[in-house]
């Protein structure tokens, strides 16, 4: 499905990503882990191009994209991506929050548009909420509805930017649960996350990754369970104290 | 005393409306005109074209920088001058056109700056959410970035106006016949300074006061509640 050969990424002097080589197949879900500034955010923002990558390839079900403007519109509209600070626009309600994106770069009808937006309300548990602003939401509701925003847009892959990490602790429940339903219903997923119990229960495979290289992946089980690397062992096990 | 004070004050008022007529007229004009051509230099300023770039950040140093008293005498004079010059022939110029243009350019500079801000005050979260999920830069702003700093800078553009509606009587030196030059126009006429310069502060003030009542409502109506 997705396919990442010899990317590198700089800021400035500041090598973030060092040569990744990375696949997810279809129906697949993959957590990235890792210390912070290790470069997962990074890689996961240039699959769909938000940030341009210095190196390197990316292809989408075997086509390979390029950094021209037609090809990035192209490859965000088949990639959702749920932003760690979820990014609603505040001046539309939730039900045009969903609505905006397939309207104008789909050119959907109003009609199936609509019922397809409240069904996906309805999937985040939030269908009552489809005529409230993003202000009047909670975090958890606000990330729902963000989820529901990427998937309007029907895409092919869905890309997590730490979804949890600025929710309140009771609330991160409610975003992991409409995840795991989203996996469940067979959706490619790469998700960044500080989640172990999440990636433990709901990933395939478990990407570990530090200094802008992938130290070690594998089933996500297994990996958990039982890391091979020095610098993997050393970081589960501070996460879990 | 007194009476005549009043008498001038009312006597005044007639020519001074006709006046303000011209007066918002030119506000309104040059606001609108000015919104559109500052939405155009505020693109071009944060574009990623450097000489987009360089030139829109030279427009705006420049009709910032220089008095608008001498815009408005460049563009009245200086222009059918420089022209007249070069083609052998007049132009005349209508001095309420002139005035406009002026205004327009003038407002452009600023309210590009006051746009500048509200976008950025919005953080890239916004338009990358948008582009994220397909949206071309052009429809991020249209739908996503410019709505919200438009509202944002509902305040600021109120200030322009306000200025905008008092920097007007800068057009009686090119004998726009606005609230001003109509004053001092019946003040020639009967001597009577200090009812009608009186009588034009209040005029003045009014508008402004009116037209700041405006903006406030439009705040509140378009507050985004976040």
């Known amino acids: ?241 | 005393m007194l009476t005549d004070f009043f008498q001038h004050l009312v006597g005044s008022f007639p020519a001074l409306l006709k006046g303000a007529g011209y007066t918002v007229l030119v506000a309104l004009l040059s606001m609108g005109l000015g919104l559109l051509l500052g939405l155009f230099v505020c693109l071009g300023k944060i574009s990623k074209e450097r000489f987009l770039r360089v030139l829109c950040s030279g427009y705006i140093d420049v009709f910032r920088g220089t008095p608008l008293l001498v815009q408005i005498l460049f563009i009245y004079f200086g222009f059918p001058s420089l022209l007249q010059q070069l083609f052998g022939q007049p132009f005349p110029f209508d001095p309420l056109v002139a005035g406009t243009v002026a205004f327009t350019l003038n407002a452009a500079a600023y309210i590009a700056e006051i746009l500048r801000a509200g976008i950025s005050s919005l953080g890239k979260g916004q338009l990358e959410a948008a582009e994220s999920l397909g949206l071309s830069y052009i429809q991020a702003m249209r739908f996503v970035i410019l709505p919200q700093a438009l509202r944002r800078m509902i305040p600021a553009l109120g200030n322009e106006f306000v200025t905008l509606l008092k920097d007007t009587s800068l057009l009686s030196a090119i004998a726009v016949t606005e609230i001003v030059k109509e004053g001092r126009l019946y003040i020639s006429r009967t001597y009577a300074a200090f009812p009608t310069y009186f009588a034009i502060a209040l005029l003045y003030f009014v508008l402004t006061f009116i037209a700041t009542r405006i903006f406030n409502r439009l705040e509140e109506r378009f507050k985004i509640h976040d």
């Open chain 1, 1 to 241: 499905m997705i396919e990442i050969r010899g990317l590198q990424k700089s800021f400035g002097e500041l090598k973030v990503l060092k040569g990744i080589d990375f696949a997810v197949s279809s129906g697949e879900v993959v957590c990235l882990i890792g210390p912070s500034g290790s470069g997962k955010s990074t890689l996961l923002r240039c699959i769909n191009l938000l940030d341009t990558p210095n190196q390197g390839e990316i292809s989408l079900e075997g086509k390979s994209y390029q950094t021209l403007p037609k090809e990035v519109k192209e490859l965000r509209s088949e990639v959702g991506m749920v932003f760690q600070h979820f990014n609603l626009f505040p001046h539309l309600n939730v039900l045009e929050n969903v609505m905006l994106a397939p309207a104008k770069v789909r050119q959907l009808e109003d009609g199936p548009l609509r019922e397809l937006a409240t069904k996906l309300l309805r999937e985040v548990g939030l269908a009552d909420k489809a005529a409230a602003y993003p202000g009047n939401l909670s975090g958890g509701q606000k990330q729902r509805v963000a989820i529901a925003r990427a998937l309007a847009m029907q895409p092919k892959v869905m890309l997590f930017d730490e979804p949890t990490s600025a929710l309140d602790p009771e609330v991160v429940g409610e975003v992991l649960a409409v995840m795991k339903q989203l996996a469940k219903g067979g959706m490619t997923m790469v998700v960044v996350t500080h989640e172990m119990g999440f990636a433990r229960e709901v990933a395939d495979r478990v990407v570990f990754m530090a200094d802008g290289k992938i130290v070690e992946e594998g089933p996500a089980r297994e990996f958990l369970a039982n890391p091979q690397t020095e610098r993997a062992k050393a970081f589960l096990g501070s996460e879990l104290k």
